[in-house]
């Protein structure tokens, strides 16, 4: 029976318990974890580098800009441009509660300390 050495290789790797692969294998994977490794560094480097860049603050814009245009398209009695309008009259009711929660907040403390 002959044998050549890859596949006695092979055999021992197999009887030890161990699994046989390829010296092939390793070669394909490091060749793609370099380039994989890379991108990812740069990925993370350029999201840390353009985090207090001012080109967000233009992309903000344009979200604004799209945002205005389309409710602009819509019609009046349309439920987003409604929301919408009602958004600053719930903006000042929560106000006015937000008030009045801490005149009573301020009231009760006060009944409190003349309890005590």
Known sequence: MSMTAGSGLANLH???????QPKSMGIKMSRYF???AIAGAAFVG?????????????FAAMRRRMMKRMMDAMPAD??????????PRLQE???QILVLLK????????LGTKRN
């Open 34 to 36: 370099l380039p994989v």
């Open 78 to 87: 349309s439920p987003p441009r409604l929301i919408v309008s009602i958004l």
């Open 93 to 95: 009711q929560n106000d």
């Open 46 to 58: 350029y999201q840390l580098w353009a985090k207090d860049k001012p080109q967000r603050a233009g």
């Open 103 to 110: 005149e009573q907040n301020d009231l009760l403390r006060q």
């Open 14 to 20: 197999h009887i030890a318990g161990r699994g046989y």
